[in-house]
């Protein structure tokens, strides 16, 4: 079973802060995905990344898959309170279903 | 824009009753799967399906049943509810295994007392 670790867990932050939540697996992923999730409902696809070392930007969201594609990271600039939501990485390896992560937490006050 | 609708929204029933969950999709997408979300373990995939009566198994099957008789519905059946199934249940859709994103409704929150 492949696993994926996100961290950290919870964050909590004032609005206008720069953040960074990480996405890492010793295992090797095809494609990377991150998801944002509000209370109540189901995850939203933000972004997928294929290629090893891609960086992709989504307004001030910016996303990157580690050169050996074993990690992943989501950098917020700027935060805002409408950014607050459960953010999950998502991989799939050759052959094999999504495996989730357990997801951030982010908090983003006023 | 729901492509992907889940019913009911909210269940409360008994231990030991069965309860059957559903996902109804307009995409016309072959690939649908079915969550459990709680607290301390993320998403965990119960059961899938890759096609028209082609199901599979996940990681925490045990106690679920699925069927897929037409490509826009797939059925989740809790045989015999117990307090352990208390979760939000969420259905996903995509066009292919994994590289195109997964569409997920928006979760069934169902308690067994």
């Known amino acids: 079973t492949q696993l994926l670790e996100q961290s950290p867990q919870f964050l909590s932050i004032q609005e206008g802060e720069n953040l960074t939540v990480y996405c890492n697996s010793s295992?090797?992923?095809?494609?990377l995905q991150w998801y944002r999730q509000e209370p109540g409902e189901g995850p939203v696809l933000l972004v997928t990344?294929?290629?090893?070392?891609e960086v992709k930007k989504l307004k001030r969201l910016t996303f990157q898959f580690g050169d050996a594609r074993k990690d992943s990271s989501l950098h917020i600039t700027a935060a805002q309170p409408g950014d607050t939501g459960l953010y999950l990485c998502a991989g799939g390896a050759s052959g094999s279903r999504l495996t989730f992560g357990e997801g951030t937490q982010l908090t983003v006050n006023p | 824009d729901a492509g992907i609708t889940q019913s009911p929204r909210h269940k409360v029933t008994e231990t030991g009753t069965p309860v059957t969950l559903r996902c109804h999709q307009t995409?016309?997408?072959?690939?649908m799967y079915w969550y459990r979300q709680d607290p301390g373990h993320g998403l965990r995939l119960i059961h899938y399906s890759y096609g028209v009566k082609d199901t599979d198994k996940g990681e925490v099957s045990d106690g679920y049943s699925v069927s897929r008789s037409k490509t826009e519905d797939f059925l989740l059946t809790l045989e015999s509810a117990t307090s352990s199934q208390t979760s939000v249940y969420f259905c996903?859709?995509?066009?292919?295994?994994?590289?195109?994103?997964?569409?997920f409704g928006s979760g069934t929150r169902l308690t067994v007392v």
């Open positions: 996903a859709i995509s066009a292919s295994n994994r590289r195109d994103g997964y569409t």
């Open positions: 995409e016309n997408h072959r690939y």
């Open positions: 990344v294929v290629t090893g070392g």
């Open positions: 295992s090797v992923f095809s494609s």
